[in-house]
């Protein structure tokens, strides 16, 4: 991609932060959280295909926007109990809620009532909606530590695990589904990774199909993009705080009769304290690691040396994105 393309691409993205505050200004005080793209198309330079995104208010209201026309395009009854968590399954033009009473709720956007309902038993601590080779699903972890998977439309359950002692904190899919990646951010409890398929398809595996990284206090995960084997996790000990990437490629395989997850450790490496604390990172295709420190990014390879560092002082660097 050309640069001015990026660069205009860049300011669109940023704007989408200011539509709220701006042709969405007289419902402002409704807003109160981030919004996510229920069209996929995303933000376009030609303006070919509507962009549209979905949020929820503090009225309690699901609520979708048109972006080129900065008009609302449809909107739910105000809802009886707060809404904790949103995922949208743009390919679908779905959105997915779960509420303080742990109930599950998916809406197609057109219609005032969800099209399925499901309550869960235990709260919800995460969701996302993905589209696999089997079909759509919905994962959710729970604070008991268990991943649930539904299918779309109708909620139905497909398979229930229990992964955790405790609550599961971050959940990761790869770039083609074939796997779910699983933290709970504990010293003494090791990442998972579950092939897909064994969860989609409880009558053909007798238990899902997993295996367990080797890598302690893992604090972040990231897929390589169009490399769907390949996982790069960062962890950070105690003090001395050394900073450290390990890069797992995963590959199935068969003993006899049972398929197996085995999880490769191909490269490692650590950034001293000196190099600065990375709190967001993201891998591209090549290999090349980009690290948010504060107001600084860093450029490394599969080896850790440090190819470009850039200065983004005095501000600071909150989020990152690498696709």
């Not at 229930?160 to 899919?173: G, Q, R, T, Y």
Request: aromatic share 10%; charged share 20%; proline share 4%.
């Amino acid at each position: 991609m050309a640069e001015g393309s990026k660069t205009y691409l860049l300011q669109l993205e940023l704007s989408l932060n200011c539509f709220v505050s701006t042709y969405c200004w007289g419902f402002l005080a409704e807003f109160r959280a981030y919004a996510y793209y229920i069209s996929k198309h995303g933000l376009k330079r030609n303006g070919q295909g509507k962009s549209a995104v979905c949020m929820v208010t503090s009225m309690n209201r699901i609520s979708t926007w048109d972006i080129h026309e900065g008009t609302m395009t449809w909107v739910s009854p105000v809802q009886e109990f707060y809404i904790e968590l949103m995922t949208t399954l743009p390919e679908m033009h779905i959105v997915v809620t779960v509420d303080i009473r742990s109930t599950i709720k998916l809406w197609d956007c057109h219609n005032s009532e969800a099209l399925a309902t499901k309550r869960m038993v235990s709260s919800c601590q995460l969701l996302k909606a993905v589209i696999t080779k089997d079909g759509p699903i919905v994962l959710i972890g729970d604070i008991l530590g268990n991943l649930y998977i539904f299918r779309i439309p109708d909620l139905h359950l497909i398979s229930e695990v229990n992964v955790f002692p405790f609550a599961i904190d971050e959940l990761h899919c790869s770039p083609q589904k074939k796997w779910v990646f699983l933290i709970m951010k504990h010293p003494h409890v090791l990442t998972k990774v579950f092939y897909m398929s064994s969860l989609l398809r409880p009558t053909e595996f007798s238990d899902p199909v997993s295996t367990v990284l080797e890598f302690s206090l893992c604090k972040r995960a990231f897929w390589t993009p169009r490399r769907e084997d390949r996982i790069t996790l960062m962890s950070r000990n105690v003090p001395p705080s050394h900073t450290k990437f390990g890069i797992f490629d995963m590959k199935l395989e068969e003993i006899g009769n049972k398929v197996t997850i085995q999880g490769y450790l191909t490269a490692s490496f650590s950034l001293a304290e000196h190099e600065g604390r990375p709190e967001c990172f993201g891998v591209s295709d090549k290999d090349v690691f980009v690290c948010s420190t504060g107001s600084s990014l860093l450029l490394f390879d599969i080896n850790g040396l440090c190819l470009q560092s850039f200065q983004y002082c005095p501000e600071m660097i909150t989020r990152l994105c690498v696709i």
